[in-house]
């Protein structure tokens, strides 16, 4: 028996700390936790994920005694095979250690022991229980009865709006900070304290929630919750509880907008704004590093003029020059001062969290007036209260997943403010695309102000805040499928920052994807049959009184409904399978992507079924149209059903058009392929048939520019060897009068000349596929020898996850015989966890691939040194880019330096951009492609250095050079 006071000595400071924290957890708990007397929460360490094929190698439990004080059970298991190099990454535990530990028989035995006729507790409780009862059927071992709890499901439930459910994230809500993540016993620990904290939520819960989610809970059949339920209901019914203290900064809530509408007039006066970006700025009040930019300045004064004369600008501001306040400031005065609004559109989540929650914020401490700001996102992130609420109240019509899936709604619904689903980690984790069809907001399905909730409404909350806003802060994906005039409304003034990426967006926005989801979601949105009749169009005739008058109609339309999701998998299966027989995609990593056109062999074969799947198509829209004409007058409700069934209808007019089009491919201004899945895909996963457009610069003049009064696209790579030409053609700014249009360039404020050593490794052999194992193990010696001899902060950045894995599972021993932290992309945990990670060592080394080559932002001695394994050429055959170089070709033009080399340059200057974020910091950038000199496209690279590379013919040398650079160390 362990209390407070007395424990064995053999367990770590964490027990400690844990008994310390849980007796005040549960002095204030007069019940049994969830109603048991005797609970065990417990935890296993694993060599993977799979319970037949990996191994037990840790397990940990505490017991709570009815007297507030805990037994504990802790013991190492020795595996049937050594321990991979990432679990003991993970969790410390490594083979040395396991040596002399029972094996699973004996481990388990003691185990079940331990735990008696106990109740479990465990996070994410499946896994666990999962792998205990493979290893007793494996053992010949009687059966666990135990009563499970399992706390990452209660946790979904009561905080659906969690930054993660993960162990440390839920405990961590009560205060408690998880020590010793991945240890057993530790993690016991926490999933006792959050078992805690989420029983005292429960008890203190107000009845209106409480019934609801009860209710839920037994529309989706879940029986062990709903004892937990049935406990919780008792004790409230005895004492009223107080809810438990937590840590909001574990909570989401997305906050939407900020600031007040002006009051009173300003002057858009060029003096006074050029105030704020001379030596005496206001905004050395709010920065503390802030310094006079010229660079700066000078792009402020250009975006004043050319929102006064109504311009088009194009710039290119280099790292450091500050361009986000050179451009809000001015955009702010403008707005106030016209009655306009700006729309600020970013390519980044990172950038566009900057200027809603960092600058903007920031600028109303000094500006001299009032401004009011909104960060927008599309409608379909916001949930529609009307269609929630129909499911909410009778959730019979869905299937028990989807029941899962409203109960992690409702309790978020009840508190969120904004109705970004983005708030509700449960249920985007829980992947219920097909329910959020059902439940998001909707062009084709609002019924504006004829909705009982149009006054709750979160589309028009944020519609109406938009109009009164003087920023209003999107992505680009929103500004271009907005265009027809949305949620974003009239506006005339538009700053596209991060614009290098905008070519790319434009053509998903403007193309088209056939896939067979989107026609499931879609036809199940209207009618599903299993397992009771669901949908838009079931809803409606569940509600018309006289039925029978509408019934020959009904059944046509499901009939059709039923018959176009059949063949619709026939002929998503037959694409797949086709396409499986001639390009073989399965034994292909990463899938296949292949143009076509009507001579296309694998076209020839599924040209019938898509003219067939068109029929259906038809079918199901026509009987849809005499379905809802039929309807005459009725209540309020029917008629809201009908018109909400007529978006429906819309909505798979518009599959059909893209149907239409994908199966005639013979618009020369557009490019078509067909998509495999990939080896990372479902195994039900299916191929798609997509397309976009070719012209997307004069898309964009036409569709965006020219309704615009005056638009800044600005970027830190908008050159390509100093000159905007590429970017002039493929945005569309050579189809705007010539007297509208201009591009400016401001360079760094950064002294690269000593703040930076530029070298090329000519003596790397090409990285060719017939020289790439030489490569590799050249690279891989290379990255050792710097990690080893300077300790640097190192980002690798790699054109292939193939090469990243090869050089990171040849370096991973290396590291960790040496206590050296190495991070791989997708081998070490999330994008924003290796990223916290590597920021906090600074002598880490990540590998990275196509995300780290923009966006991230690691300054000082947390990146020093910089690789560049191979410049960045697309991936040979990638429909898209074929097609660009092929109508550049017939053109007569030459594709590869036209299109091929800029792309290439511009992703080649992203990476680079990663190394110097300020005027204090030193590094390396180690190019060891040889083929950034003597090729002739070569100087395109070199000329867009920012200072003179330093050619090396050996190893030493180059450290020599990194010796040189960091001598003053």
Request: net charge negative; aromatic share 12%; glycine share 6%.
């Amino acid at each position: 028996m362990v209390s407070i006071f007395q424990f064995s000595a053999k367990k770590s400071s964490c027990l400690l700390w844990f008994c310390h924290y849980a007796i005040m957890q549960i002095e204030d708990i007069m019940e049994k936790l969830f109603g048991y007397e005797d609970i065990v929460a417990f935890d296993l360490e694993t060599t993977g994920l799979d319970p037949y094929s990996n191994s037990i190698i840790e397990i940990g439990a505490i017991r709570l005694l009815p007297d507030g004080e805990f037994e504990h059970f802790s013991t190492l298991v020795k595996p049937q095979k050594p321990v991979p190099f990432y679990v003991m990454q993970l969790t410390g535990i490594d083979n040395e250690m396991l040596v002399d530990a029972p094996d699973i028989n004996s481990a388990l035995a003691q185990f079940i022991e331990f735990i008696g006729n106990a109740t479990l507790i465990a996070h994410n409780a499946q896994f666990d229980m999962d792998f205990i009862g493979a290893k007793i059927a494996e053992n010949d071992m009687n059966i666990l009865q135990n009563p499970v709890i399992d706390t990452l499901s209660l946790s979904r439930i009561l905080f659906p709006n969690l930054i993660n459910h993960r162990l440390e994230s839920v405990a961590g809500l009560f205060g408690y900070k998880l020590r010793d993540a991945h240890r057993a016993l530790d993690d016991a620990g926490a999933t006792l304290i959050s078992a805690i904290g989420l029983w005292k939520t429960l008890l203190a819960m107000d009845d209106k929630n409480f019934d609801m989610l009860e209710y839920l809970i037994g529309s989706a059949n879940m029986t062990d919750l709903l004892e937990i339920w049935g406990s919780a209901r008792m004790a409230r019914v005895l004492t009223a509880y107080e809810p438990p203290a937590v840590e909001e900064k574990f909570l989401l809530d997305l906050t939407n907008e900020f600031g007040e509408v002006p009051s009173g007039t300003v002057q858009f006066q060029p003096d006074e704004i050029m105030g704020y970006f001379d030596e005496n700025s206001p905004l050395g009040r709010v920065l503390d590093n802030f310094k006079f930019r010229i660079q700066q300045r000078d792009m402020a004064e250009r975006i004043i003029s050319a929102l006064a004369n109504g311009e088009l600008v194009m710039i290119e501001a280099g790292t450091g020059v500050g361009k986000s306040f050179a451009y809000l400031i001015p955009s702010l005065y403008w707005a106030i001062a016209n009655g306009e609004k700006v729309v600020i559109s970013t390519y980044t989540k990172a950038l566009q969290e900057q200027l809603f929650f960092s600058d903007l914020p920031m600028l109303s401490e000094v500006l001299p007036f009032d401004f009011r700001a909104i960060l927008l996102k599309g409608k379909g992130n916001y949930i529609c209260l009307r269609r929630a609420r129909r499911y909410l109240d009778d959730p019979s019509v869905l299937s028990y997943n989807e029941r899962t899936g409203m109960i992690y709604i409702a309790r978020w619904l009840a508190g969120t403010h904004s109705g970004d689903i983005s708030e509700n980690s449960a249920f985007i984790n829980s992947k219920q695309f097909y329910l959020w069809e059902k439940i998001r907001s909707d062009g084709h399905t609002c019924i504006g102000k004829k909705c009982p909730y149009y006054q709750e409404c979160f589309v028009y909350s944020i519609r109406s805040k938009v109009k009164d806003a003087q920023v209003v802060v999107v992505n680009h994906a929103l500004l271009l499928s907005d265009l027809a005039g949305g949620i974003l409304g009239d506006y005339n003034y538009l700053v596209v920052d991060e614009a290098h990426n905008l070519e790319r967006v434009a053509a998903d926005a403007f193309g088209g994807e056939i896939a067979r989801w989107r026609v499931y979601s879609v036809l199940d949105s209207i009618f599903s049959e299993m397992p009771n009749p669901t949908g838009t169009l079931a809803f409606l005739y569940s509600k018309i009184p006289n039925r029978n008058h509408y019934k020959e109609y009904y059944k046509e339309a499901t009939n059709s409904i039923i018959a176009a999701r059949g063949f619709a998998n026939t002929f998503f299966t037959e694409l797949t399978e086709t396409m499986e027989k001639v390009y073989h995609w399965r034994e292909q990593k990463y899938g296949v992507r292949n143009r076509y056109d009507s001579g296309n062999p694998v076209f020839q074969q599924i040209e019938t079924f898509g003219t067939e799947m068109i029929r259906c198509l038809s079918r199901v829209r026509d009987s849809l149209k005499e379905f809802y004409d039929a309807i005459g007058e009725e209540d309020e409700e029917i008629i809201r059903l009908s018109e909400e069934l007529r978006g429906e209808a819309d909505k798979v007019e518009e599959i059909l058009e893209d149907f239409l089009f994908a199966i005639n491919p013979g618009d020369s201004n557009f490019v078509y392929w067909m998509e495999s899945p990939t080896s990372n895909d479902s195994e039900n996963a299916t191929a798609k048939l997509c397309f976009a457009p070719l012209n997307i610069g004069e898309i964009l003049n036409k569709s965006l520019y020219e309704h615009l009064g005056a638009a800044i696209l600005t970027s830190a790579t908008m050159t390509v060897a100093g000159n905007f030409n590429y970017f002039i053609d493929s945005l569309g700014f050579n189809f705007a009068p010539q007297e509208r249009i201009d591009a400016v360039l401001y360079g760094s404020p950064y002294d690269y000349d000593s703040q930076l050593k530029i070298v090329v490794g000519k003596f790397m052999p090409y990285p060719s596929r017939k020289y790439e194992k030489v490569f590799i193990q050249k690279l891989s010696q290379i990255v050792w020898e710097i990690s080893q001899r300077f300790r640097l902060g190192t980002l690798v950045l790699f054109t292939s996850h193939s090469m990243l894995r090869d050089v990171y599972f040849d370096l991973h021993p290396k590291f960790k015989g040496e206590g050296l932290r190495l991070l791989g992309q997708n081998l070490s945990g999330s994008h924003q966890a290796i990223k916290r990670q590597f920021i906090d060592d600074v002598e880490s080394v990540l590998l990275g691939t196509e995300s780290f080559w923009q966006g991230i932002n690691v300054p000082g001695k947390s990146l020093e040194a910089l690789f560049l394994v191979k410049l960045p050429f697309g991936v040979p055959g990638e429909p898209y880019t074929d097609a660009k170089q092929e109508q550049i070709r017939i053109k007569g033009g030459n594709p590869f330096m036209e299109y091929v080399v800029p792309q290439s340059v511009i992703r080649f200057r992203q990476g680079i951009g990663r190394l110097i974020r300020s005027e204090t910091d030193r590094g390396v950038l180690i190019i060891l492609d040889p083929r950034i000199s003597g090729k002739n496209y070569s100087e395109e690279f070199l000329k867009s250095l920012p200072t003179k590379p330093i050619m090396v013919n050996s190893e030493e040398e180059l450290f020599d050079i990194i010796s040189e650079q960091f001598a003053s160390r």
